[in-house]
């Protein structure tokens, strides 16, 4: 956790440093006092100058589009405004938060996406500039087990997260040491690939394909997790127990059906650290700092085409035209009606639907006889699961993760400090509802409060070789295209990076970075693409 912080402080100071280094003609050369845009037409012209932008989402990826867009804006004095529309009452979509008891004397706990990593360079820098504080979960307490819903096959001390137990699983017997050690030398590889997109010269991408090409990956999405695993020589007996309690927790998904890539981002856990009040608090500032327009509980039934140039957003209430519109929400549970020759580009997406039971109680562990242990003896407090014992023939789990949160706290307030409450905090994910009884006789009748939410959480994610397209026309651009390459919040803060500039570059002869760097070795160690140029 430290690591990381400091980490984090000291590439921050270097990118600064960096950019009062460059000389100013070079910002001069680059700065457009007039953006180009191609002739409006007729009906637009006196409602749309200056010209504007809809985005339709406030989650990860559109309120990351309309940061990305105002970072043009403050560098190129690009002359737009943009609108954002979101349907529910909050920003921040698949991550929100909820407050024990529904009382905000408690601090709030994440619902949906909870955990950023090292690499994730974007949340990263955001979490530094808008100086929010972190939680880590390399360091939380109690055991981690891998339950296979007849028996826990194996138990790690002090563990909090998979990334923890994976660097202590070269030292088990149970797998060899080849195993662990080669994983980890595959997710490495990948990663220093990935890392690469927020380099100077990162790759553009006019398509999903064309990223996948650029970074040559197509051997982890034309396989299965089993498959690739299997054909580097990763032990199956790893692969089902190990790798997938990590895409069962992340993705909802076995390894022998989620594709090789998003398996291995599923445990490229490396540092993982949330916000403290709620992930969500980023992609609210996201907002607030690009100067958008946010309508709430404003739903978009339709976008429809007002000319070659232009394009009219429709809500209930009214109608809007617009330069340029960004999808970024899942097309299909968006409910927005496109031209028929557009809707047809978007392949049908199945979304995994999620049941997420977060709860409290006085129990310090899950009932020992549940997982068959002894009574009175300890049970691990983060419970990940494998379908190996289901596959063959045996019981499958009843969920696909449950695990323990620390105690439930009292929010700061103007006369007490944080406290812990004498009630532990637990989230379990499932494939189904999880029952009263059920809780009652897990957390042995402790359960103090109890909220279930259910989600369209994350696209399944065969192996493929094809995506959604990311332009669907002349100024219409799709973000969510990217989630079934990989389904996370940072990625859809990359997602929306590449369609700003397609965007921009399209549309107003702008983007959000026009530098062009000669040599890459000039660019400072925590220079992140997007944020510094
Ligand atoms: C339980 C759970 C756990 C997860 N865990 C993690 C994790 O630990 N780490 C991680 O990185 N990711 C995690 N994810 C995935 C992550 O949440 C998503 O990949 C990411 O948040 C998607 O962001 P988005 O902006 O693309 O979509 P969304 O967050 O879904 O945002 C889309 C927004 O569009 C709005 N919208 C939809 N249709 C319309 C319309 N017609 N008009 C107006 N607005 C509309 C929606 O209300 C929503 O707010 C998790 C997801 C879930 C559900
Ligand atoms: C686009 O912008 C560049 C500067 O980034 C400028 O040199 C060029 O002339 C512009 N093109 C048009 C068509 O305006
Ligand atoms: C939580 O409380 C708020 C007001 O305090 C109320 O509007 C809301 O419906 C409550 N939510 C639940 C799930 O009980
Ligand atoms: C950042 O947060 C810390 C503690 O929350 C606070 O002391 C500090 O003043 C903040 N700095 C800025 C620049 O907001
Ligand atoms: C499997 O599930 C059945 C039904 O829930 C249960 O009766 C049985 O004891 C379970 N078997 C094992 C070995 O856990
Ligand atoms: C691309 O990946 C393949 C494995 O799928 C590998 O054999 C090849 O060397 C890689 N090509 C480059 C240019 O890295
Ligand atoms: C502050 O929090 C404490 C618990 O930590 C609580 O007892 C107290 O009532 C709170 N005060 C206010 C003003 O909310």
């Known amino acids: 956790m430290l690591k990381i912080i400091l980490s984090a402080l000291i590439a921050g100071s270097l990118s600064r440093a960096f ?12 700065r457009l006092t007039k953006p180009e845009h191609p002739p409006p037409p007729p009906v637009v012209i006196s409602s749309s100058r200056p010209p504007r932008i809809a985005i339709i989402g406030a989650g990860a990826g559109g309120s990351s589009a309309a940061f990305w867009i105002s970072k043009a804006k403050e560098r190129y004095n690009l002359d737009v405004t943009v609108d954002v529309y979101e349907r529910s009452d909050y920003i921040g979509g698949r991550s929100t938060t909820a407050h024990p008891y529904n009382d905000t004397a408690y601090e709030p706990v994440e619902l949906g996406a909870s955990i950023f990593v090292g690499v994730n360079k974007n949340l990263q820098r955001a979490v530094k500039e808008f100086n929010f504080s ?37 030292f088990l017997w149970r797998y060899g040491y080849r195993s662990p050690t080669k994983t980890q030398e595959l997710i490495r590889a990948m990663l220093d690939k990935y890392v690469t997109l927020y380099d100077p010269d990162t790759p553009k991408w006019a398509s999903i394909e064309a990223l996948n090409d650029a970074l040559n ?8 997790g089993a ?6 020589g990763i032990s199956e007996q790893y692969a089902t127990e190990i790798i997938e309690a990590g895409t069962r927790v992340n993705y909802a998904q076995n390894i022998d059906r989620i594709h090789a890539l998003e398996a291995m981002c599923s445990l490229a856990a490396d540092g993982g650290v949330s916000v403290r009040g709620g992930n969500w608090q980023i992609f609210e500032q996201f907002v607030k700092r690009s100067g958008a327009q946010v309508f709430l509980n404003t739903e978009v039934i339709g976008i429809k085409r007002l000319s070659d140039h232009a394009w009219t957003v429709v809500t209930e209430k009214e109608r809007r035209n617009y330069e340029a519109v960004v999808i970024a929400a899942p097309y299909h549970t968006s ?55 289901a596959r063959e023939g045996g ?36 494939m189904e509802r999880i029952s009263d009884e059920w809780l009652s006789s897990v957390f042995q009748n402790q359960v103090g409060w109890v909220l279930r939410k259910e989600w369209n959480s994350y696209p399944v994610l065969p192996p ?6 990311i332009k ?13 390459f990989i389904s996370a919040m940072e990625t859809e803060t990359l997602a929306s990076r590449n369609v700003v500039d397609l965007l921009l570059r399209e549309k107003f002869n702008s983007s959000i970075c026009l530098m062009e760097w000669e040599n890459k070795a000039d660019v400072s160690e925590g220079f992140v693409y997007g944020w510094d140029c």
């Open 217 to 224: 990956w197509t051997e982890f999405i034309t396989q299965t």
């Open 464 to 469: 493929t070789t094809s995506f959604p397209p």
């Open 19 to 30: 950019q009062f280094q460059l000389p100013l003609d070079i910002l001069d050369r680059f």
């Open 134 to 170: 972190l939680y880590g979960f390399d360091d939380e307490d109690g055991d981690l087990g891998i339950w296979d819903g007849e028996q826990v096959l194996y138990t790690a001390k002090g563990s909090g997260t998979l990334a923890s137990l994976l660097s202590k699983l070269k």
């Open 335 to 389: 409910h927005i009606t496109l031209p028929a020759d557009l809707s047809t580009l978007i392949p049908p997406q199945p979304y995994v639907h999620l049941h997420v039971t977060l709860l409290t109680t006085a129990a310090a562990t899950p009932n020992p006889v549940y997982f068959g242990y002894k009574p009175g003896s300890r049970p691990p407090t983060t419970v990940l699961t494998t379908f190996n014992g």
């Open 227 to 232: 498959e690739y695993f299997q054909s580097r």
């Open 472 to 484: 669907l026309d002349s100024g219409l651009f799709y973000v969510n295209a990217f989630e079934p």
């Open 395 to 430: 019981n499958a789990s009843e969920f696909l993760s449950l695990t323990y949160h620390g105690k439930t706290k009292f929010a700061k307030n103007e006369t007490h400090e944080r406290q812990e409450t004498d009630e532990w905090v637990v989230k379990i994910f499932s």
